[in-house]
């Protein structure tokens, strides 16, 4: 059994945190916050301190913390693996004698409650031995696993800032046009669920469709006369990337 300690009960934090509750191959000795107020959910369930001079000993040390905060905690007195959960930082950001990532490319809300066996993780460490306890604990909570290192994962970050991040951005976009225009945003639900379904069968690349790609100079225009400011730049943008991208001339 792996015993952890979680540093941080953010997002990312509280998934950990509930995984590793029920998760009986893991001994969750532990929870750090640097305040009371986040750390009082879980009081009366386990252990939990504000300082880090006073955490437990444990195999393994998760600091989900923000980005910022990684290289102001010290763990240098820490004997076990400390890891951060961070898709842009490296390791040596870490204050600890042995350090790693832990890093979950996913889009997490404390309100929703997630599976975390097919979420995939993605490892890396300083020494190779202690990839063999990270790669311990990572297996048993989610069923995929990788190794990559720090410039992969800072693109792999980058990738998931486009899929999730600036796609939701668009989706708002789609969601602001329909709830200005008095139209239910549900009867594009179909078209998302197919686009996404199909993002996982085909390359974008493939899946492309849209005026952009047919060469329909009419509708883009008539699109574009329907937006103002940052939503036409944000059309304009992408419709030239698609062009760029497709080898398609309007």
Same mark, same amino acid.
């Not at 989900?64 to 905060?69: I, S, T």
């Not at 930082?89 to 832990?102: E, N, Q, T």
């Given at each position: #059994?792996?015993?952890?300690?979680?540093?941080?009960?953010?997002? @990312?934090?509280?998934?950990?945190?509930?995984?590793?509750?029920?998760?009986?191959?893991?001994?969750?000795? !532990?929870? &750090?916050?640097?305040?009371?107020? =986040?750390?009082? +959910?879980?009081?009366?369930?386990?252990?939990?301190? *504000?300082?880090? &001079? !006073?955490?437990?000993? /444990?195999?393994?040390y998760i600091v989900a913390l923000p980005d910022k905060v990684i290289p102001k905690i010290d763990? $240098?007195?820490?004997?076990?693996?400390? @890891?951060?959960?961070?898709?842009?930082?490296?390791?040596?950001?870490?204050?600890?004698?042995?350090? =790693?990532? +832990?890093?979950?490319? *996913?889009?997490? $809300?404390?309100?929703?409650? #997630?599976?975390?066996?097919?979420?995939?993780?993605?490892?890396?460490?300083? %020494?190779?031995?202690? =990839?063999?306890?990270?790669?311990?604990?990572?297996?048993?909570?989610?069923?995929?696993?990788?190794?990559?290192?720090?410039? *992969?994962?800072?693109?792999?970050?980058?990738?998931? @800032? %486009?899929?999730?991040? %600036?796609?939701?951005?668009?989706?708002?976009? /789609? &969601?602001? +046009?329909?709830?200005?225009?008095?139209?239910d945003f549900n009867i594009l639900q179909p078209l998302i669920e197919e686009t996404f379904l199909?993002? !996982?069968?085909?390359?974008? &690349?493939?899946? !492309?469709?849209?005026?952009?790609?047919?060469?329909?100079?009419?509708?883009?225009?008539?699109?574009?006369? *329907?937006?103002?400011?940052?939503?036409?730049?944000?059309?304009?943008?992408?419709?030239?990337?698609?062009?760029?991208?497709? =080898?398609t001339e309007l």
């Amino acid at each position: #059994m792996v015993k952890v300690c979680i540093l941080g009960t953010g997002k @990312v934090g509280i998934h950990l945190i509930r995984e590793c509750t029920n998760n009986p191959k893991i001994d969750l000795v !532990q929870i &750090y916050n640097r305040s009371t107020k =986040g750390s009082a +959910l879980f009081k009366s369930l386990l252990p939990t301190t *504000q300082s880090v &001079y !006073q955490l437990k000993k /444990a195999d393994i040390y998760i600091v989900a913390l923000p980005d910022k905060v990684i290289p102001k905690i010290d763990l $240098s007195h820490i004997s076990g693996l400390v @890891v951060h959960t961070s898709g842009t930082v490296s390791f040596k950001a870490l204050k600890s004698k042995r350090r =790693g990532v +832990l890093y979950p490319p *996913q889009s997490f $809300s404390k309100e929703k409650k #997630m599976n975390l066996e097919h979420l995939p993780f993605c490892l890396e460490t300083e %020494f190779k031995e202690d =990839g063999v306890w990270l790669e311990k604990f990572a297996s048993s909570i989610s069923k995929t696993v990788f190794f990559i290192d720090e410039k *992969q994962r800072q693109k792999l970050h980058l990738a998931a @800032v %486009f899929a999730n991040n %600036f796609s939701n951005r668009v989706l708002g976009i /789609a &969601y602001d +046009l329909c709830q200005e225009n008095n139209i239910d945003f549900n009867i594009l639900q179909p078209l998302i669920e197919e686009t996404f379904l199909k993002a !996982q069968i085909l390359s974008p &690349y493939v899946a !492309q469709t849209g005026p952009t790609l047919r060469n329909d100079y009419t509708t883009l225009e008539k699109h574009k006369s *329907q937006l103002t400011s940052t939503d036409l730049e944000v059309y304009n943008i992408l419709t030239k990337s698609i062009q760029e991208k497709h =080898g398609t001339e309007l």
